[in-house]
């Protein structure tokens, strides 16, 4: 049986004294979308700085792609933080935001290749982007820049894809084409994609797996299907209301692999 890209079995994370993850075990396969829901300050971000190996545990077992994070390339994972900044009046263009991708295969110092060209022009149509190929990126507006963001890390032809918020400020019509874009994404590249968010609307209907997060993982369940009253209460607190489309069936079991 083939091992999930990324692993995570009774996880503990602390700052200083405090423990802020606890009891976490979550699997991302291969060809999957996961997100990661839960409130500002539940430690969706630093649940990813676990995985991408810019943060250590004092417990459990963390494994992406088999190894343990700090020993996995930087070119097999695309990561797209938070915030993303861009140089106001800097003349780059997409193509060349994209392109840029390229470097930790090709290197700094080298020049690109007509191949490294083609596989920049790819990650663009993935994205549907590449009618503003020449356009200057801090000429778009924030969705455009995502979705180049996002045909930047795919540039690296990276085996997972590490999204942190990416639908922030976007609404709700621009939320349904980002994420139709991350399914194509899954598709047509068969990577894991993982992402945080705070909102379980609109992006339900899209992922294939929903992971409730705010200190441990209350819920681990397949997109689709409802997400107790209870467990919403400990994530997102009693007085929240959430949309969630399509929901189908059972309950949940906290911490489990589904």
């Given at each position: ?118 596989i920049a022009l790819e990650s663009l149509k993935l994205v549907k982007m590449e009618n503003l190929k020449d ?124």
């Amino acid at each position: 049986m083939t091992k999930p890209y990324i692993l995570i079995e009774d996880l503990e994370v602390k700052y200083g004294n405090k423990i802020v993850l606890e009891d976490i075990f979550l699997a991302v396969e291969k060809g999957e979308i996961v997100c990661i829901v839960g409130p500002n300050g539940g430690g969706k971000t630093t649940l990813l700085k676990v995985i991408l190996g810019l943060k250590d545990y004092t417990k459990g077992k963390v494994e992406v792609l088999g190894k343990e994070p700090k020993k996995v390339e930087k070119k097999e994972i695309g990561y797209l933080p938070q915030k993303e900044s861009t140089v106001a009046n800097f003349p780059i263009s997409v193509f060349e935001t994209v392109l840029m991708g390229r470097y930790p295969k090709i290197g700094l110092l080298k020049k690109p290749t007509k191949r490294d060209k083609e596989i920049a022009l790819e990650s663009l149509k993935l994205v549907k982007m590449e009618n503003l190929k020449d356009e200057n990126i801090n000429k778009l507006s924030g969705g455009q820049r995502q979705r180049v963001f996002i045909a930047r890390a795919l540039a690296m032809e990276p085996k997972i894809l590490i999204l942190d918020e990416p639908s922030t400020g976007l609404d709700i019509v621009a939320q349904e084409d980002f994420y139709k874009i991350l399914v194509n994404i899954r598709d047509k590249k068969k990577m894991a994609i993982l992402m945080v968010s705070h909102d379980i609307g609109v992006v339900s209907t899209f992922v294939d797996k929903i992971a409730c997060l705010n200190k441990t993982i209350h819920y681990h369940g397949k997109s689709g299907t409802p997400i107790p009253n209870e467990v919403l209460k400990k994530v997102f607190g009693s007085n929240i209301q959430i949309l969630v489309h399509d929901q189908h069936c059972k309950g949940c079991h906290r911490g489990e692999h589904v």
